[in-house]
T-cell receptor, first 115, second 115 residues
Framework: AQSVTQLDSHVSVSEGTPVLLRCNYS??????LFWYVQHPNKGLQLLLK??????LVKGINGFEAEFKKSETSFHLTKPSAHMSDAAEYFC?????????????FGTGTRLTVIP | DTGVSQDPRHKITKRGQNVTFRCDPI?????LYWYRQTLGQGPEFLTY????????KSRLLSDRFSAERPKGSFSTLEIQRTEQGDSAMYLC?????????????FGPGTRLTVL
């Protein structure tokens, strides 16, 4: 069975400081992993995705994530936070090797950026 | 804007009424998904279509819920005899099967409030 655990429900950082949003996953097969961002009153936007290629994945807006199989983690990072990064972030897993097509979302991490 | 549209964006109804939502996917996408997101939670998978065939349904999709995609293009999600517990954001996503990552692109959602 697939699942994700987002270790922090809320993260607060100062503008210009690094961002770390933590995610651990559980999957029976080789997973595909994603990070989506949801701004208030806007739809979910794909930030980046891992699909068994390079373990360090670069996404939009300066975000990146590293797949670590030994730790079953897929943490999201950004070197320097911007005010526009304030949003809800979701870690997502999908077991396509198992034939599944639906996505399993974590409960989300709300990122606050302090000026 | 991902190219996936949903209508209406907001719906307020009284308990016991029927409601119908529409989703228009990205035009060349053959897969269409429905998710439900309640306050403070990540989206949960409801059902998905490949072309006009409904291939998977979650146990969350009770008998009061029905989804269709009659011509393999737009889809409708109907909820009969609405209950207060149905209040949520209903999200639609689409993807192109057969591509390496089968990435899902989400619409802005329909927010349902049942009074």
């Amino acid at each position: 069975a697939q699942s994700v655990t987002q270790l922090d429900s809320h993260v607060s950082v100062s503008e210009g400081t690094p961002v770390l949003l933590r995610c651990n996953y559980s999957s029976s097969y080789s997973p595909s992993l994603f990070w989506y961002v949801q701004h208030p009153n806007k739809g979910l936007q794909l930030l980046l995705k891992y699909t068994s290629a390079a373990t360090l994945v670069k996404g939009i807006n300066g975000f990146e994530a590293e797949f670590k199989k030994s730790e079953t983690s897929f943490h999201l990072t950004k070197p320097s936070a911007h005010m526009s990064d304030a949003a809800e972030y979701f870690c997502v897993v999908s077991d396509r090797a198992a034939g599944a097509n639906n996505l399993f979302f974590g409960t989300g991490t709300r990122l606050t950026v302090i000026p | 804007d991902t190219g996936v549209s949903q209508d209406p964006r907001h719906k307020i109804t009284k308990r016991g009424q029927n409601v119908t939502f529409r989703c228009d996917p990205i035009s060349e996408h053959n897969r269409l998904y429905w998710y439900r997101q309640t306050l403070g939670q990540g989206p949960e998978f409801l059902t998905y279509f490949q072309n006009e065939a409904q291939l998977e349904k979650s146990r969350l999709l009770s008998d009061r819920f029905s989804a269709e995609r009659p011509k393999g293009s737009f889809s409708t999600l109907e909820i009969q005899r609405t209950e207060q517990g149905d209040s949520a954001m209903y999200l639609c996503a689409s993807s192109l099967a057969g591509t390496a990552t089968d990435t899902q692109y989400f619409g802005p959602g329909t927010r349902l409030t049942v009074l």
